[in-house]
């Protein structure tokens, strides 16, 4: 009995095979459709079969049996994975950052779902993707797809221009889960010292300091003519966008503007020729001024370049007078660093002409100067710490 029933299995599983043999000849689709929907169902029913068989030999014989499946998992893995419902595009899902750069790698990782909620665990779907921008002068950028044949995706795109796009990915010509989206494509700033310019930023004068606000837009202070300075703001494409302010010697003018400086939406104008520093909005609105020409507490001499630190101060490099000053919102006098007793008392000179300075993580100072190729670290408080670089220091005065 037990001999006739695996017979009688085998027999099926037998024809099964013969079936599969003539559609994979034949190649007609219809055909391996519902091959597709019945196979496993019956070999689901044949193995269930045998595993309710009771397989213990009589006494009277020898017989045993095992029931191997690897060659027919194999044989049926030529179908790819069968799975109950087909492949959903609006619910395949993906993920990526809210934000591009301009010639920077964005990679999209794409999931293809059932319409049930399941991973589909197959690939060979059609999937597509494209960037496109919103203004008519944009370049429309095509994504590069990498198929893992397990159901997911990664898509490869390179912006080419800033400002805000589309982006759209399909699958087998359906838009997925949240397409098209809107992303925002930013200037890539990293990349500008390590190859040719994409775009010049014409500024009509000569350009001195610059700085870049949360939002991207770009400050840049301009000397043009006399009565003509002013501080030009550009978009992430190198648009200009407004102005702010004008040439002259009176309040919210500049003289030679140099280093600017934005904390939060406060921007702040080393205004050289007036000898004093300058507080506006980001927006164009002007807040106050505060120096005037002299060596002494809260006067300046050609000041370079300003930042503010993480208490608020004002740190200012007074090139002309061979210092820097620190100063509060106001423009109150704090402490000055390498004045007149710093040099007497230790006889040391730390700078000439100080122009740049830049903050580290833990608020120390780095200040270059002009008669020196070293770069001097102070601490918020203005204690010398150290230099680096080969020492080129003149005195203050000479």
Known sequence: LQKEQLM???????????????ILQTHTDHEMTALGDLLPTELKAILKKVENMSLTPNQSCDLHVSIHTDSLIKDLSIFGHIVDSPPSPSQSKWSSESVAKVQGIYCVKLESMTSKGERYPDGGLQVKAELRPKSYDGEVVPGEVEDYGDGTYTITLIPVTAGPHQLLITMDGQHVQNSPCDLDVRRNYSTLCNSLPDQVINCSGDPNGIAIDESGEIYVSIWVRIFSDVVCVFDEAGQLKRTIGDGGYGDSQFSYPKGLFIKGDVLYVADSGNNRIQKWTTGGQFLQNFGHRGSGQGQFESPASVVVDQCDWLIVADRGNNRVVILDQDGTWLSTINDADDISKSGTCYFRSPQGLAL????????????????????????????????????AYE
């Open 360 to 395: 580290d993580p833990q608020g120390n100072i780095h200040v270059s100067s002009g008669g020196s190729i070293t770069i001097k670290v102070f601490t918020p408080e203005g204690t010398y710490v150290r230099s680096y670089g080969d020492v080129k220091c003149y005195h």
């Open 8 to 22: 009688k299995l085998q027999d099926e599983i037998g024809h099964y095979t013969e079936m599969t043999s003539h």
